[in-house]
Protein backbone atom coordinates (compact mmCIF):
# COMPACT_ATOMS: atom_id res chain seq x y z
CA UNK A 1 0.00 0.00 0.00
CA UNK A 2 1.52 3.68 -0.60
CA UNK A 3 1.29 6.46 1.83
CA UNK A 4 -1.33 8.10 -0.39
CA UNK A 5 -4.27 5.21 0.20
CA UNK A 6 -3.13 4.76 3.65
CA UNK A 7 -3.53 8.63 4.79
CA UNK A 8 -6.45 8.69 2.57
CA UNK A 9 -7.94 5.82 5.10
CA UNK A 10 -7.07 7.27 8.29
CA UNK A 11 -8.87 10.63 7.39
CA UNK A 12 -11.74 9.14 6.25
CA UNK A 13 -11.63 6.80 10.30
CA UNK A 14 -10.70 10.13 12.05
CA UNK A 15 -13.64 11.97 10.20
CA UNK A 16 -16.19 9.06 11.56
CA UNK A 17 -14.77 8.71 14.43
CA UNK A 18 -15.01 12.50 15.37
CA UNK A 19 -18.64 12.25 13.72
CA UNK A 20 -19.41 9.86 15.99
CA UNK A 21 -17.93 11.73 18.94
CA UNK A 22 -19.90 14.90 18.17
CA UNK A 23 -23.23 12.37 17.58
CA UNK A 24 -23.42 12.96 14.71
CA UNK A 25 -23.25 9.20 13.61
CA UNK A 26 -23.99 6.02 15.60
CA UNK A 27 -22.01 2.67 15.14
CA UNK A 28 -23.78 0.93 12.04
CA UNK A 29 -24.75 3.71 10.22
CA UNK A 30 -24.13 4.04 6.73
CA UNK A 31 -21.80 6.83 5.82
CA UNK A 32 -20.99 7.23 1.96
CA UNK A 33 -17.55 8.34 1.19
CA UNK A 34 -16.42 9.97 -2.47
CA UNK A 35 -12.76 9.19 -3.38
CA UNK A 36 -9.85 9.59 -6.52
CA UNK A 37 -8.34 7.12 -7.81
CA UNK A 38 -4.74 8.89 -7.07
CA UNK A 39 -3.80 11.92 -5.67
CA UNK A 40 -4.76 15.52 -7.50
CA UNK A 41 -7.51 17.17 -8.72
CA UNK A 42 -9.59 16.20 -11.31
CA UNK A 43 -9.30 12.18 -10.29
CA UNK A 44 -12.87 11.84 -7.88
CA UNK A 45 -14.38 8.59 -9.72
CA UNK A 46 -15.09 6.61 -6.76
CA UNK A 47 -18.09 6.69 -4.77
CA UNK A 48 -17.96 3.78 -1.38
CA UNK A 49 -20.80 3.41 1.09
CA UNK A 50 -18.97 1.98 4.61
CA UNK A 51 -20.65 1.46 8.03
CA UNK A 52 -19.48 3.30 10.31
CA UNK A 53 -17.71 1.57 13.58
CA UNK A 54 -15.90 2.46 16.57
CA UNK A 55 -12.13 2.02 16.03
CA UNK A 56 -10.72 3.72 19.07
CA UNK A 57 -9.22 0.41 20.79
CA UNK A 58 -8.27 -1.64 17.42
CA UNK A 59 -4.67 -2.47 16.42
CA UNK A 60 -5.66 -1.58 12.25
CA UNK A 61 -8.15 0.21 10.76
CA UNK A 62 -10.00 -1.44 8.06
CA UNK A 63 -8.96 -0.54 4.16
CA UNK A 64 -10.93 1.83 2.39
CA UNK A 65 -9.17 3.13 -0.37
CA UNK A 66 -6.51 1.00 0.09
CA UNK A 67 -6.41 -3.01 -0.35
CA UNK A 68 -4.89 -3.75 2.81
CA UNK A 69 -5.27 -2.71 6.62
CA UNK A 70 -3.20 0.34 8.36
CA UNK A 71 -2.40 0.81 11.50
CA UNK A 72 -4.61 2.48 13.98
CA UNK A 73 -4.41 5.91 15.37
CA UNK A 74 -3.53 4.40 18.59
CA UNK A 75 -1.01 1.71 17.59
CA UNK A 76 0.56 5.22 15.91
CA UNK A 77 0.29 7.26 18.84
CA UNK A 78 1.70 4.98 21.38
CA UNK A 79 4.99 5.02 19.87
CA UNK A 80 5.26 8.38 19.63
CA UNK A 81 7.67 9.29 22.97
CA UNK A 82 5.87 12.39 25.95
CA UNK A 83 9.17 14.32 25.51
CA UNK A 84 9.21 13.83 21.76
CA UNK A 85 11.20 17.39 20.57
CA UNK A 86 9.31 17.43 17.19
CA UNK A 87 5.85 17.62 19.03
CA UNK A 88 4.35 21.24 19.98
CA UNK A 89 1.87 22.97 21.62
CA UNK A 90 0.28 25.83 20.10
CA UNK A 91 0.19 29.08 21.99
CA UNK A 92 -3.23 29.99 22.70
CA UNK A 93 -2.99 33.61 22.53
CA UNK A 94 -1.56 33.05 18.72
CA UNK A 95 -4.81 31.52 17.64
CA UNK A 96 -6.43 33.80 15.49
CA UNK A 97 -10.13 33.26 14.01
CA UNK A 98 -12.12 34.80 11.33
Not at 6 to 26: E, K, P, S, T
Not at 41 to 49: A, E, H, K, Q, V
Not at 70 to 98: H, K, L, M, Y
Amino acid sequence: MNEWTADVDRRIWRAIDIAMNRNFLRAGDPVVILTGWKPGSGSTNTMRIVTAADVKDKDVLPPIVGISSIPSFASIESGIEPSDSSTSVPDDQNVRFF
